[in-house]
C-alpha cells in the first residue's frame, strides 16, 4: 500500500511557472512508475506525464516542452515541473502510482493521490 500526497497547486498568470510534488509513504516511489494526470470541469480526466522506474519518460503532446517529470528517491517525491503555463492548463492535477510500465491510461494506476488545484488566468 502508498499513500501519495499532492501540493503545490494555486493560482497564476499565463507564462508563469509552478512545480508540483507528490510525496509518497509506506512504499519507495522509486518501487512503482509514476504518472501525473489532470481533470477540468465537465472533462474527463486526461494523462499528462509518467516516470518510470529507470527513468524514463513520457508526456502528453500538449504538454511537451513546458512540462517536466522528474524524481527525488531521497525525498521520496516525484515532481512535475510546470513552465510557460497556458489558461487550458487549468485543472485538477492528480499523481499516481502503478507496479507496471509506464501508461499514459488512468486505468493502469493502482494509486492515487487527493488531487492539487492548478488555475492559469490570462
Known amino acids: 500500500q502508498v499513500q501519495l500526497v499532492e501540493s503545490g497547486g494555486g493560482l497564476v498568470q499565463a507564462g508563469d511557472s509552478l512545480r508540483l510534488s507528490c510525496t509518497a509513504s509506506?512504499?519507495?516511489?522509486?518501487?512503482?512508475?509514476m504518472g501525473w494526470f489532470r481533470q477540468a470541469p465537465g472533462k474527463e480526466r486526461e494523462f499528462v506525464a509518467a516516470l518510470s522506474r529507470t527513468a524514463n519518460t513520457r508526456y502528453a503532446d500538449s504538454v511537451k516542452g513546458r512540462l517536466t517529470i522528474s524524481r527525488d528517491n531521497a525525498k521520496n517525491t516525484v515532481f512535475l515541473q510546470m513552465n510557460s503555463l497556458k489558461p487550458e492548463d487549468t485543472a485538477v492535477y492528480y499523481c499516481a502510482a502503478t507496479r507496471g510500465t509506464i501508461f499514459a491510461s488512468a486505468d493502469n494506476y493502482d494509486y492515487w493521490g487527493q488531487g492539487t488545484q492548478v488555475t492559469v488566468s490570462s
Open positions: 509506506g512504499r519507495t516511489v522509486s518501487s512503482f512508475a
